[in-house]
């Protein structure tokens, strides 16, 4: 007999930030007008688009977003000043390097707590150094596998935004993700600071990614989270790739936590307890992501 795979939308909203690149970012707006169905020329309306098209998200079944972006913006601003560099965006004119990332940690501020409001949960990936070889850029087009990754700093500002969000009461299941592996016992510290009930481990270390989900970037990170974390609370691994190709990843993934987990059964640092660890290694490959990213009981503001 056949199986059924269903397939639920993911909220990317990452052109929105690109406010840097004035001409494909108007588009963009122009295109966000069109799909919410009224105008968008200034930053109350833009907010009232993002939210209409949130909602239309949410009716489709979507319960999850994701931000793309090379590090983390939490620079200080006033709802007056982004008004300002919005309306400047519009009218193509010119932005300092202060104004766009102002406007990016907006950006980034905003669709947090639209998340929190929603009931969803949250993906940040960062540190991606992306289209860094002009030639084949020029040749290809973005995303043709000239990316790299980054090196910012992100211990500070990730630590800042989530405050504010946790201050305003709109901090929401969050999963962060950072291409660059250093950064593994940082977030695991960091995410620490947030923790909080009734969600058991409602801010996670994202599973390994890109240029380390391979054997030793998987086992650097399960170590990782089970020195700094709560291993039996991790939701697993992920492939954004979007092609049936890439789920062997998770049966890869899988193999790699089973084989860890047996050595330290063998080695006496765990349990010699099959089925307990065998329902660890369920709740890591299934139960875990069900339950974080389908809560039974579940506020959603868009209803």
Known sequence: EGFEIKVLPTWRSDK????????NWNRWVDALADAAGFPVEDWDAFLHAMDTRHR?????????????????FADPYTRDEICRIFSKARLRQPLDESEIRRFKS?????????????????????????????????RLGPDSGFDSIGDWSSAVSLNRLFDRLETAGVLPRTIVYSL????????????GNFQHGPEPGRMQLGAAWWFNDHRDGMLRHLEAFSQL???????????????????????YF???LCDKLGGEMEKGLIPNDIEWVGSLVKAISYTNAEN?????EQTDSHK
């Open 16 to 23: 929105a930030s690109h406010i840097g690149q004035t001409e």
């Open 56 to 72: 239309y998200f949410a009716a489709q079944g979507c319960v999850l977003s994701d931000y793309g972006t090379t590090e983390i």
């Open 106 to 138: 907006a950006w980034l501020y905003e669709g947090l707590a639209a998340d929190a409001r929603a009931g969803w949960a949250a993906q940040i990936h960062y540190s991606c150094l992306r289209n860094n070889n002009t030639v084949m850029f020029r």
């Open 180 to 191: 660059h592996p250093r950064d593994n016992e940082m977030l695991l510290s960091l995410l």
């Open 229 to 251: 974390g709560v291993l039996g609370r991790f939701v697993g691994m992920l492939t954004d790739s979007r092609s049936f190709l890439s789920y062997t990843r998770h049966e």
């Open 254 to 256: 899988r193999r790699i």
């Open 292 to 296: 974080y990213f389908f809560p039974s």
